[in-house]
């Protein structure tokens, strides 16, 4: 997560900011039905501290609309292919309007079954992906899903760039407490940090890309201009890296992070790939114990000395944005204005 653009801040209720994100993609390209699922996404992410995921993405959105490399109108094709299965054609939109339009027949075959997948296909995804898994934890489900992106990281040993950041995302329930969140890159940074981090003309630690030629380097202009990231924890993140690649794309009938060519679309920005959820009924096996497990375990961690859970700080963030705003940066809101119109 990211802070803000420095300079003064702005507070924003969440439904003002909510319903100016929507009004923008609207006026972009967007139906009002994937506007409004992008625009909570969106504003969820710049709530909860997620910067690098929240409004700083909306020029990105605006301009791959304008370069035609997406439809923000599709409407998604949900199939019921198995009892424990949906797929779905995005039809070349975002992948966030396919699982919306998804959600209640897998939670269905998820408390029928036990467990339920979702694939989604032909789709594009440009957003933090916990927001993606945490209301079925909300629900009193366990669930995961990987997505996979365009190519930007160079496999452990390898040369040159493959894979995408590949992001991982997990929820579950846990009694008496938030769920248990968490979302995470297979790269060693997430790409719109190192975008934020040129930006704002800072340096990254070691480790995290190389440049052009392939030489490491803490420089996240270089990264971003002809370099890649690096997988984190070496072979170890790199084999994750891999399977989202087959979950998210080889198994839903999306692309791989390498074969899309968006060369004829200037200014577009959003990987055409593939996602799959799996969504898991815990009271088939444990009933409410689950809940009450995941909270001995949470409890556990923090007895040995775990100061901070994962997803805590963004539900802090939460907090401070319920009573205060969500915050923006001054150039950001006024940015935002600039869009709308």
């Known amino acids: 997560m990211s ?4 300079g003064a801040v702005v507070r924003v209720p969440f439904a003002e900011l909510q319903a100016l994100l929507q009004s923008i993609l609207q006026r972009h390209g967007c139906s009002e039905a994937v506007a409004a699922v992008l625009a909570h996404n969106c504003a969820s992410a710049q709530r909860d501290g997620a910067h690098s995921h929240g409004v700083f993405r909306i020029p990105g959105y605006v301009s791959t609309l304008a370069s035609g490399w997406v439809d923000g109108k599709a409407q998604p094709l949900v199939s019921d292919v198995a009892s424990g299965y949906v797929r779905v054609d995005a039809r070349g939109g975002f992948a966030q309007p396919a699982l919306a339009a998804a959600r209640r027949l897998l939670v269905d075959k998820a408390r029928s079954a036990g467990i339920a997948v979702l694939a989604i296909h032909n789709s594009h ?3 933090a992906l916990w927001p993606d898994v945490e209301p079925f934890a909300e629900q009193g489900l366990v669930a995961l899903s990987v997505v996979n992106s365009m ?16 992001p991982i995302a997990f929820a ?9 969140v968490f979302d995470m890159a297979t790269s060693a940074m997430a790409h719109g940090d190192v ?10 630690p070691e480790g995290m890309g190389v440049d052009a030629s392939g030489q490491p380097t803490c420089d996240p202009q270089a990264i971003l201009d002809g370099g890649a990231l690096l997988p984190f924890g070496g072979h170890k993140g790199s084999a994750l890296s891999m399977m989202v690649e087959l979950l998210a794309a080889a198994l839903t009938g999306g692309h791989f992070s390498w074969e899309f060519d968006w060369s004829g679309h200037p200014g577009a920005k959003t990987p055409w790939t593939g996602q799959l959820l799996i969504v ?13 497990r995941s909270r001995e375990l949470v409890e556990q961690m923090q007895a040995v000395g775990l100061s901070r859970m994962p997803g805590e700080r963004r539900y802090r963030e939460r907090e401070v944005a319920g009573r205060e705003g969500v915050a923006l940066s001054e150039q950001e809101w006024v940015g935002l204005q600039a869009l709308v119109g």
Request: proline share 11%.
């Open 3 to 6: 802070a803000p653009t420095t």
């Open 125 to 127: 995804h440009f957003a």
């Open 151 to 166: 190519t930007c990281v160079v496999p452990h040993g390898a040369r040159q760039p493959l894979f995408g950041t590949n």
């Open 172 to 180: 579950a329930p846990c009694a008496g407490h938030d769920p248990i």
């Open 195 to 204: 975008q934020i981090a040129a930006r704002a003309g800072q340096r990254l």
């Open 280 to 292: 898991i009924d815990p009271s088939k096996a444990e009933g409410e114990r689950f809940a009450l």
